[in-house]
Structure formats: structure tokens, C-alpha cells
């Protein structure tokens, strides 16, 4: 592994994208982004959901039938 140094990176050239490819890029991106948003927390939701459900259904202290109309309530 060699050794890198200030002056080493220094020498980098960076490219940078023009204006209007990163416009481009956050119009095609942003609806993406904000779908695993939505859906990142629909998953929360549902996990916690399940979470508070599960111990209810198993003991028996709460049917299926109470359980899925406590959801579309």
C-alpha cells in the first residue's frame, strides 16, 4: 500500500458536473428518493404494527377477526 500524502491529493483533478446535469440528475432522482422514504416509513409502521399484534394473537388475548377490524378502523 503506498503512502498518500496532502500533496499527493492535491494534484487530483476533480471533475465537476455542469448545472444542468445535476438538475437533470435531482429531477430523475428526487421522485425516487422520496418513494424509499415513503416507503421506509411504511415499513416502520408495519413493523410496529406487527410488533404490538403478534404477542395479542399468540396468547390468545386477541382474535384475528378483532385484530383486522382494530386495523381498518
Same mark, same amino acid.
Given at each position: 500500500?503506498?503512502? =498518500?500524502? *496532502?500533496? !499527493?491529493?492535491?494534484? %487530483?483533478?476533480?471533475? +465537476?458536473?455542469? @448545472?444542468?446535469?445535476?438538475?437533470?440528475?435531482?429531477?430523475?432522482?428526487?421522485?425516487? =428518493?422520496? *418513494?424509499? !422514504?415513503?416507503?421506509? %416509513?411504511?415499513?416502520? +409502521?408495519?413493523? @410496529?404494527?406487527?410488533?404490538?399484534?403478534?404477542?395479542?394473537?399468540?396468547?390468545?388475548? =386477541?382474535?384475528?377477526?378483532?385484530?383486522?377490524?382494530?386495523?381498518?378502523?
Amino acid at each position: 500500500m503506498t503512502n =498518500l500524502s *496532502k500533496g !499527493k491529493f492535491s494534484q %487530483l483533478t476533480v471533475l +465537476t458536473p455542469s @448545472r444542468s446535469v445535476i438538475e437533470a440528475y435531482h429531477s430523475y432522482s428526487a421522485p425516487i =428518493l422520496e *418513494k424509499i !422514504k415513503t416507503l421506509m %416509513l411504511q415499513n416502520q +409502521t408495519l413493523r @410496529r404494527t406487527r410488533d404490538l399484534l403478534l404477542p395479542r394473537l399468540i396468547s390468545g388475548q =386477541l382474535s384475528v377477526a378483532e385484530a383486522e377490524t382494530a386495523l381498518n378502523a
